[in-house]
């Protein structure tokens, strides 16, 4: 038996300006003092690393700084991205690897994600690795294949020790900045699949531990319902984590709801 606490990212994308993710960082913080029972995390654009960092460090905030990609190499000639060492000197404790705009705008393809989400781990940081089916994919009948495949994929190269820095976050394509939601019965029935493969791929204990997050267009109307089914640890949030009004919310919506599995 394994209880599983809660787990909420804030997904800034490549929104805020300096002030802006100073002062979103110090309202969180701020909003997330005294919540207990969740783990919550931001993930600003790279630039804003260090002064968000700087301010969760002021507030004395246990909110983690994450970062939205890496490059699974350790330094040479890779224009324009950067290494993990890198994100470890900026203070970053968490990476998102393979979110649906790094697959599906950038075209990121899952021989890199698998050699991400493998470097991350390796590192010693922790990883989020995002999945989810299009919505053409959902129409033919394909979710639960397409996750598994993502899945698969991503997590080929990791072992069942590295599994326990790593969090799912399944996030239907058609779901992300959309305003459409997944119903709860179907996010829970797509959690349920993904713990499945979980386990086939390294035993049942670890499949129990790990967090699988839900994201697209979750809000704080709609947090709560979400986050009490069963398979659902919390979610990643992108929209809604600009306004700490609508972010602080919805990670106490997590709050104080671990599962036992
Ligand atoms: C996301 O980008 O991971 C996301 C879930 O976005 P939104 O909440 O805006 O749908």
């Given amino acids: 038996m394994s209880e599983r606490k809660p787990y909420v990212g804030g997904n800034w994308k490549m929104n805020t300006d300096l002030a802006g993710a100073s002062e979103l960082a110090r309202s969180v913080a701020d909003g997330l003092a005294t919540a207990e029972g969740v783990e919550a995390a931001v993930f600003p654009p790279f630039p804003y690393l260090i002064p968000v960092g700087g301010m969760l460090r002021d507030r004395h905030s246990n909110v983690k700084l994450g970062a939205q990609d890496l490059y699974p190499e350790p ?20 990476v998102l690897v393979g979110h649906s705009e790094r697959r599906h705008v950038i075209g990121e393809d899952e021989a890199l994600l698998a050699r991400k989400t493998s470097a991350v781990l390796e590192s010693g940081l922790e990883c989020v690795l995002c999945i989810g089916e299009k919505l053409e994919e959902r129409e033919a009948g394909q979710t639960n294949a397409v996750n598994e495949r993502q899945l698969r994929s991503g997590l080929g190269q990791v072992t069942v020790e590295q599994m326990a820095r790593l969090t799912v976050a399944y996030e239907p394509v058609w779901a992300i900045g959309t305003g459409k939601t997944a119903t709860p019965d179907d996010a ?11 386990a086939d791929l390294f035993g049942d204990g670890v499949a129990q531990a790990v967090r699988i997050q839900y994201g697209g267009s979750v809000k704080p109307h709609n947090a709560h319902e979400l986050f009490s089914m069963p398979d659902i640890d919390g979610g990643l949030i992108g929209g809604a984590a600009l306004k700490a009004a609508d972010f602080v919310p919805i990670v106490k919506a997590a709050a104080g709801a671990p599962v036992s599995g």
């Fill in 75 to 94: 330094d040479g000639a890779f224009t324009g991205e950067v290494s993990i060492a890198m994100l470890q000197d900026c203070g970053v404790k968490t």
């Fill in 188 to 198: 829970q029935t797509a959690h349920a699949h993904i713990r499945g493969v979980l």
